[in-house]
């Protein structure tokens, strides 16, 4: 333990109020393991008060603390660096400490009595450092609804084309002006955040242009962003160049931009980043290589750690997954390569296109380590925009009443046609298109609900010869006047023409 003796400026911290404000911060972090220091203070509510006031005890216990934590440093430690230094203590080594101090010690006998408490642990721990869950905080408050919270590490999975882009521009719009935009599930409530777009395949003309339709899309001015940019709490990088490049066989380096980004979300208290995409993000020698990835999983998680701000990573889904479609949007390993990605995050979202229906999405939370998981969001994409909306299931189910009775009119009114239900669901008759152009509805949103019209007693089936063909065909009939057996949960015949 080398001897520190502080100087008056570096007591009455003039120079040293960024030190002051980490150790602040570990205090918070690990209230328990300065108990004993805030009661010879006398102020339980604040540790190190401003410079004017200092009186000698005060002075003391401050420069013997900053003694302790400068020992063996080149400069003022960071958070992490604290923490890694002294995460916890428990009631023994509090009492110990207690014990051990008064209002007349100097400055470096406080700071030799803190080296030799965290030695004794070491020593009765065989070099472990236990951390005092006991006295853990909360982690935090969503950054959104179902959201990460500050300083941890995310992803947004989804195939190529889905919308990921246009999603993460609406919650970053949400967190920065506070305002509900088209995704509600995902909207932030509270005080405006300061968020970060690091962009790789988009010039910024085209990310105004996104901007401005999502903007639009909310009912709100196309240049609602603009104030947002100026007061910085909406910053856009198009040309960061790489974060990560692996060279060889080694493995993957932070590059020069990494360390500015790094040092740029500190110095601005920046709360949100999305990095869009990995693979730009990181230039990997083989992007199937799990060990590669989780090196630069890590190495984000502990930028988020150390900055505070939540790093989210967008990544595309494997191919397999995205010929799934919507049926894989549960399964949080839906990403393309290996699983690393997604087992160092603590939060995946995940975004699956219909197969069928290319414009309806849905979206789901499949991964949460700070709250509940999130499923059965169903968006929809403006076919000329490109902007995704999330739609309400009392607006599907409204949908899909009028739906109901838009069917059963039509089947009223062209008894001529002799309409197979699956026909409609594939659009594999003259019928079926006929009755899908009409209604200028999707035929799988028809299909159903043809089932809920017969299910109902709406309508009912019948079989019928089919044409030029042995065999018949069940068509759709208006229901006899005396009504129709119950037909719920009976399928229909394959058979379509």
């Known amino acids: 333990m080398s001897t520190f003796t502080p100087s008056p400026a570096f007591v009455n911290m003039s120079e040293t109020l960024n030190l002051e404000n980490k150790l602040f911060g570990l205090c918070v972090t690990e209230p328990e393991s300065f108990t004993t220091a805030m009661n010879i203070i006398g102020e339980r509510d604040i540790l190190f008060p401003p410079a004017a006031g200092h009186n000698p005890v005060r002075q003391k216990l401050w420069a013997g603390l900053c003694a302790y934590y400068r020992d063996g440093m080149d400069a003022a430690p960071t958070l992490r660096d604290l923490q890694t230094y002294e995460p916890g203590w428990d009631a023994a080594h509090l009492n110990n400490f207690s014990a051990s101090l008064s209002p007349d010690d100097t400055p470096e006998r406080i700071a030799a009595r803190l080296v030799e408490l965290a030695e004794e642990r070491d020593m009765n721990t065989y070099g472990l450092k236990f951390s005092s869950v006991r006295a853990a905080g909360e982690p935090g408050t969503p950054l959104f609804r179902h959201g990460l919270v500050p300083g941890s590490f995310g992803v947004a999975v989804g195939p190529d084309g889905a919308g990921k882009g246009f999603l993460l521009l609406d919650v970053l719009l949400s967190c920065a002006s506070g305002h509900t935009m088209s995704v509600p599930s995902l909207k932030h409530e509270g005080e405006r955040l300061r968020c970060m777009y690091i962009g790789y395949e988009d010039p910024p003309e085209v990310l105004r242009y996104r901007l401005e339709a999502v903007c639009k899309d909310a009912a709100l001015p196309a240049d609602f962003w603009c104030p947002l940019e100026t007061e910085g709490r909406l910053q856009f990088v198009t040309d960061a160049g790489p974060l990560f490049v692996q060279r060889g066989g080694e493995t993957p380096q932070p590059t ?47 930028m988020a750690d150390d900055t505070g701000c939540a790093m989210v990573i967008v990544h595309h889904a494997s191919k397999g997954m995205g010929r799934l479609g919507r049926a894989a949007v549960r399964d949080h390993q839906m990403q393309s390569g290996g699983g690393a990605l997604v087992t160092a995050a603590r ?24 709250g509940a998981r999130l499923y059965d969001v169903v968006l929809e994409r403006n076919p000329h925009t490109g902007t995704l909306r999330e739609v309400s299931h009392t607006e599907i189910g409204q949908t899909r009443e009028r739906l109901v009775g838009q069917v059963v009119d039509f089947i009223h009114a062209h008894p001529e046609l002799q309409i197979n239900p699956r026909a409609v ?17 999707k035929p799988r949103d028809v299909f159903a609900a043809i089932e809920q019209a017969v299910s109902g007693g709406l309508l009912t089936t019948t079989e019928v010869p089919k044409a030029n063909k042995t065999g018949y065909v069940e068509i759709l009939i208006p229901p006899p006047a005396g009504g129709v057996e119950d037909t719920e949960g009976e399928d229909f015949e394959d058979d379509t023409f």
């Open 256 to 302: 020069a931009a990494f360390k500015a980004l790094s040092r740029h979300l500190k110095e601005n208290s920046m709360d949100l980043c999305v990095i869009d995409p990995f693979r730009a993000a990181a230039l990997l020698n083989n992007e199937a290589d799990n060990s590669a990835r989780h090196a630069v999983a890590v190495a984000l998680r502990d």
């Open 347 to 370: 939060w995946v979202l995940n975004l699956t296109s219909d197969t069928a229906e290319p414009d309806t999405l849905e979206l789901a939370v499949a991964k949460n380590s700070y």
């Open 425 to 441: 669901k594939f659009r594999s008759s003259a019928a079926a298109k006929a009755l899908l152009e009409t209604l200028n509805a």
